[in-house]
């Protein structure tokens, strides 16, 4: 029986995914003509684990490839998040016009599951671990249910290693791994305690270099060599991985244990393995678990901070955070040799115009590189969003509206208009080539432990040469951007020579990218007429 895991790509007339890695992929792994993205849901690669054998498995992403609808196939299987939810049903309208049967899970059709029966034969509802193979058995049998619900969390010690054997590997800039699932808060606008529970789960430390190992045996054309500055030995960098743990120091115990024992595979196999993960503030004062995080490699860490404001963080049930500290953690960050993935929202009920250029002072005063803005977005399943609809606030269900670029509910002090607006006006102050390479320039001489050595200096910089003009003959890079690339790459790496970097060039040139499309997109949805407007 032959079974194909797909992954489907995101409506792009309602924004550009800011993690696409639209132009940070092709620029950094040097593959101008390749289509990339930042990584794979870990839902395909962990449901092809789970799969019994005698099933066949393929593992298509359109976000780096078109669908070929008429492939043999007996069954397919999609995940995705809300705003991928029509693209999916789309995709499971073609293959059941050939007589294919179609099942789709993940978060969106967990939170709606009758809206999803109305275009697949078979809904999943919650973690598949343990209902897919009990699934394959029924559907090799012909008698595929119409829902399969999870009847308790799956324990992550008898997790198989994800099937990355099985994925385009060259095509991400990272693998998704997980250390945990769950997580023990409950934020009004999080679908995670809903779909993942409170409880962590934890994989062990050696399942985790087990799956880590998975992936970097695997074969990998664009290996490269670093130097690390700790050891002064030259490193192999086969694979950059991201721990998409929804709190990876939830358990500090746990979190240091996996540090450890990233530090020792590392120097025992001779690679670099540069990764990230997601973590609460509070990390920034944990001294010790910094220092092991950053000696075990790891370069980003993924904070939602979410607002500035005390009030609004306990409306949103956040109020472990204190925005008086932010300021001190990402400099202790930023200390360690890492960076801080600063994400945030606008739109709250407190939301103003004067927030919003609060923020922006904030992020420019600290050097903030990385910032993830988003719209407040009332999810399926959420708390916020059953909130909206008590108070009549949802404006529309437009399953591809709800990718945190679009106002999709009646703001309290703010228009939809002016709040739109809002987000437009801080992507662009935000992520503009100008103001990103300005914020990171900051960190080039903190953060310098992997760098290249002076013969591989010329190759980068030669590469990110020619990968800048075919991106522009491509159309998908501004010259201008790809002219600053060229002036300002050869200082960066002769002087300094780090991945960092490289990554404030690639980083810049890609969010600019999404500053102006994102620019662009607004401009047009200016032009509607207003009684089509949202």
Request: neutral net charge; glycine residues 6%.
């Amino acid at each position: 029986m032959k079974v194909l895991l797909i992954n489907p790509s995101c409506v792009h007339s309602s924004g550009r995914d800011l993690y696409s890695a639209h132009i940070t992929g092709p620029l950094f792994t040097m593959q101008p003509g390749t289509r990339m993205t930042l990584g794979l849901p870990l839902a395909l690669p962990t449901l092809a684990a789970c799969t019994p054998a005698g099933f066949e498995v393929k593992i298509i992403d359109e976000e780096i490839e078109d669908i070929d609808f008429d492939q043999p196939a007996d069954l397919v299987a999609l995940t995705a998040m809300t705003f991928k939810a029509k693209r999916a049903y789309e995709i499971a309208h073609q293959f059941r016009a050939r007589g294919v049967k179609v099942v789709m899970g993940g978060i969106h059709a967990s939170m709606c599951p009758d809206e999803a029966a109305e275009h697949v034969d078979c809904v999943v509802v919650g973690e598949a671990d343990h209902t897919w193979p009990v699934l394959l058995a029924d559907a090799a049998q012909g008698q595929l249910k119409a829902r399969y619900v999870g009847q308790e969390l799956p324990d992550l010690k008898c997790a198989p290693a994800p099937r990355y054997d099985l994925v385009k590997n060259e095509r991400y800039l990272y693998a998704y791994l997980q250390t945990t699932r769950g997580c023990p808060y409950d934020c009004t606008f999080c679908t995670v305690t809903k779909m993942n529970g409170r409880k962590i789960r934890k994989k062990s430390a050696e399942q985790v270099i087990r799956d880590v190992s998975s992936v970097i045996n695997l074969e990998h054309k664009r290996a490269f060599h670093v130097i690390d500055r700790v050891t002064n030995k030259k490193m192999r960098v086969v694979k950059m991985i991201a721990f998409i743990d929804d709190n990876f120091a939830i358990d500090r115990k746990h979190a240091l244990e996996i540090c450890e024992a990233l530090k020792r595979f590392q120097q025992e196999h001779n690679v670099a393995i540069p990764w990230y993960t997601q973590t609460n503030v509070e990390v920034g004062f944990d001294e010790e678990l910094l220092t092991a995080m950053s000696e075990a490699n790891c370069q980003h860490l993924f904070i939602g901070f979410e607002s500035l404001d005390p009030t609004t963080l306990k409306s949103m049930k956040k109020g472990m955070n204190s925005p008086a500290k932010y300021a001190e953690a990402i400099g202790n960050i930023h200390r360690h040799g890492m960076r801080v993935i600063f994400s945030t929202i606008i739109g709250d009920d407190n939301s103003t115009e004067e927030s919003g250029r609060y923020l922006d002072d904030f992020i420019r005063q600290n050097n903030q590189f990385h910032v993830l803005l988003n719209i407040l977005t009332p999810y399926p399943g959420t708390n916020l969003r059953q909130e909206m609809l008590d108070e009549g606030r949802i404006l529309t269900s437009e399953s591809e509206l709800y990718n945190i670029r679009n106002v999709v509910y009646k703001p309290r002090k703010m228009k939809v208009a002016d709040l739109q607006q809002l987000f437009g006006s801080l992507a662009n102050s935000f992520y503009q080539y100008g103001n990103m390479y300005s914020r990171g320039k900051s960190l080039l001489g903190s953060v310098n432990r992997l760098y290249f050595g002076i013969p591989d200096r010329a190759l980068v910089c030669l590469g990110l040469a020619l990968s800048s003009i075919a991106l522009v003959c491509q159309g998908r890079l501004r010259p201008l951007i790809a002219l600053r690339i060229l002036v300002t790459a050869p200082y960066l790496l002769f002087r300094y020579g780090t991945l960092y970097a490289m990554e404030l060039l690639v980083t810049s040139a890609d969010y600019d990218d999404f500053a102006h499309s994102e620019a662009k997109r607004l401009r047009e949805s200016l032009k509607m007429p207003a009684e089509a407007a949202p």
